[in-house]
T-cell receptor, first 113, second 116 residues
Framework: SAVISQKPSRDICQRGTSLTIQCQVD?????MFWYRQQPGQSLTLIAT?????????ESGFVIDKFPISRPNLTFSTLTVSNMSPEDSSIYLC??????????FGQGTRLTVV | AQSVAQPEDQVNVAEGNPLTVKCTYS??????LFWYVQYPNRGLQFLLK??????LVKGSYGFEAEFNKSQTSFHLKKPSALVSDSALYFC??????????????FGTGTLLAVQP
């Protein structure tokens, strides 16, 4: 199994600012993903982070708002740009290697005030 | 299109009793099926998966799940519940075609509450 370290674990941010979340995997993985989750609710996929190329975004999510980087096979970042209170949520990093199951980081709890 | 349904928002069970958390799915072709558990203020932890083969799969913490193709179900079970099993449980499905890019689709989650 892969161990995923995600930071920060939580943050309180002012509206209009940006926050970058980092995700580090302890082994090389094929796929990395970013999800959003309201507390106690299901997960919504934001995008697939592609190594060396632009991320693939799901419907309703755009690169200008959620730029993603993946410079290598073990690291990715998600930036939440120009934040508003509606962006308050839990953001989860996920990775999948040669096995078929995905593993998740501990999440970043973001509050925008 | 792929989808997952967890018909129960919450399941209540007494400690020591068997528990079942229900999941049904819809996918084109054969599915890959997964169960995850989420404790408060934590990320998702992988419990078990069905890929192929034996319909009964065993996972972490004494949990098991039975794949039923005719009913398109993958219910999570445990013979004897513990208070520490209380958490949010997610079923997820991914189609087994199209290469590695297929997305994992999650159900809405079921809150399991085990009473002492």
């Amino acid at each position: 199994s892969a161990v995923i370290s995600q930071k920060p674990s939580r943050d309180i941010c002012q509206r209009g600012t940006s926050l970058t979340i980092q995700c580090q995997v302890d082994s090389q993985v094929t796929m990395m993903f970013w999800y959003r989750q309201q507390p106690g609710q299901s997960l919504t996929l934001i995008a697939t982070a592609n190594q060396g190329s632009e991320a693939t975004y799901e419907s309703g999510f755009v690169i200008d708002k959620f730029p993603i980087s993946r410079p290598n096979l073990t690291f990715s970042t998600l930036t939440v740009s120009n934040m508003s209170p509606e962006d308050s949520s839990i953001y989860l990093c996920s990775a999948r290697g040669q096995g078929l199951e995905a593993f998740f980081g501990q999440g970043t709890r973001l509050t925008v005030v | 299109a792929q989808s997952v349904a967890q018909p129960e928002d919450q399941v209540n069970v007494a400690e020591g009793n068997p528990l079942t958390v229900k999941c049904t799915y819809s996918v084109s072709g054969n599915p890959y099926l997964f169960w995850y558990v989420q404790y408060p203020n934590r990320g998702l932890q992988f419990l078990l998966k069905y890929i192929t083969g034996d319909n009964l799969v065993k996972g972490s913490y004494g949990f098991e799940a039975e794949f039923n193709k005719s009913q398109t179900s993958f219910h999570l079970k445990k013979p004897s519940a513990l208070v520490s099993d209380s958490a949010l449980y997610f079923c997820a499905v991914r189609a087994n075609y199209g290469g590695a890019t297929n997305k994992l689709i999650f159900g809405t989650g079921t809150l399991l509450a085990v009473q002492p």
